[in-house]
């Protein structure tokens, strides 16, 4: 096969983020580009799906100048941001700007859905409830506040499937974008039948949902052109940047957890087999794998709003340190207190929360303050109250019967060596950091070679994540711990009334 490399492709939020791999994963090249995202009215999350080709050719176009490599790629893999909504008409042109997942507008839309369907229903096909930016509440709310435009869809689609016919001219999906849309039947793997009757939605006007690493169409002249790349290339269906960043991680059996610390927090376990939560507590999704055995084809997600942007806000709005080295800093203070902050606890919930309450009213509390404490023990009880939060999340995905063995970590907590220390001996378990960034990238030009034949995608993700050596759990301090996440609980259900 023509070409030595992969190239992945990772539409985010904020920017695109691009990878040149060899055969074997390891990256010799990469960009970014950045986007904003648009405001038009107070709630509203909208981006120009414009500005993600853009971007998209501008972070290609560097990568492939870095390693001198236009003519030298073998396939091509696509993540992106889950839930948005890009609207086209019969002629392939955008109607409006995207939708996108921080969208707040259709929260009437949301109950309207869950009124609908019935709450367990919903859980039941789906996996998942419906949340504002989700794309089934934003076409909803396009069908009520939009009628002229509505009249005109003839295609919605996910942001890396726009990024992809932009590509190809091909329309497609995959199971993993389509169940963050909430209009997937989970076991089924594709569009719902009885969620689309009911909110109205033509099966002609979503893209066939195949599978991952399926190729779904070749560059086209023009496409070559604007990346400057070579016309041809595959580029394959694809998925969700949650799913990728679990093969980016090697998390593709249910002997894996991924905890992800950065802004906010993602738990994610993969499953074998569809088990929803009928509490409506986390999200049950179609993960980047087609089910087998010892091949996890779904995952439960449990999402916390508040881990780095918590430790932030004390940063900013506390301490007011601004250096380089604050972070830094704050750690070095965070160390000088005992574990357990001398009998302090925060709740992080500064934005509200989701997995397990799922309650946007509920406030940040620090707790048990007394003219001892200092710096250190409000630094560190923000990084364990954090860690408690997520470790609230995990009961959820206990009480569906996981077991892992072993926990990786990610993001920018991943970096630091406290943390690491508080996660293992909260969650008494070993923990592995994540080594590396751009996980999500790296799934997708995982998808990229799996599609061209070059390797299994499983075995695959396996082998190239690269996790530092384990932080081990002590004994003694989970105990102490394990102690206080009984507090934390309580102090939540003690509160929980007064927050609104």
Known sequence: ???????????????????????????????GAEYPILHPQPGFAEQDPEAWWQAAKAAVRTAVAQAGASDQIAAIGLSGQMHGTVLLDKHGHLLANAIIWPDQRSARQVQEITTLIGAERLYEIAGSPVSTGFQAASVRWVQQHQPDIWREVRMILPPKDYLRWRMTAVFATDPSDAAGALLCDEVERDWSGELLEQLRIDPSQLPPVQPSNLIAGHLTDEAASDLGLAAGIPVVTGAADTACSALGAGAVDSSKLLLTLSTGGQLLQPVERVHVDHRGRIHTFCSALEPAPQRAGWYHMGAILNAGMALRWLRDNLLGWQAPDAYDRMTARAEASPPGAQD??????????????????????????????????????????????????????????????????????????????????????????????EQSAIGALLLAG????????????????????????????????????????????????HFS
């Open 1 to 31: 096969m023509k070409g030595r490399y992969l190239l992945g492709i990772d539409l985010g939020t904020s920017s695109v983020k691009v990878v040149l791999a060899e055969q074997d994963c390891r990256i010799i090249a990469s960009a």
């Open 450 to 497: 799996a599609g061209v034949g070059w390797f299994d995608l499983a075995q695959a993700a396996r082998d190239q994540a690269q996790l530092g050596a384990p932080e081990l759990p002590d004994v003694e301090r989970h105990k102490m711990y394990r102690d206080r996440f009984v507090a934390f609980q309580a102090l939540y259900a003690r509160n929980q009334g």
């Open 344 to 437: 302090l606890l925060f709740l992080p919930y500064l934005a509200g929360e989701r997995t397990p309450h799922m309650d946007p009213t509920a406030k940040g509390v620090f707790f048990g303050l007394t003219l001892r404490h200092d710096q250190g023990d409000l630094i560190r009880a923000v990084m364990e109250g954090v860690v408690f939060a997520a470790y609230d999340a995990y009961q959820v995905l206990a009480d569906l019967g996981t077991t892992p063995n072993s926990l990786i970590l990610a993001g920018g907590g991943a970096r630091s060596a406290l943390w690491r220390r508080i996660v293992a001996d909260v969650f008494n378990a070993p923990v592995q950091p994540l080594v590396g960034g």
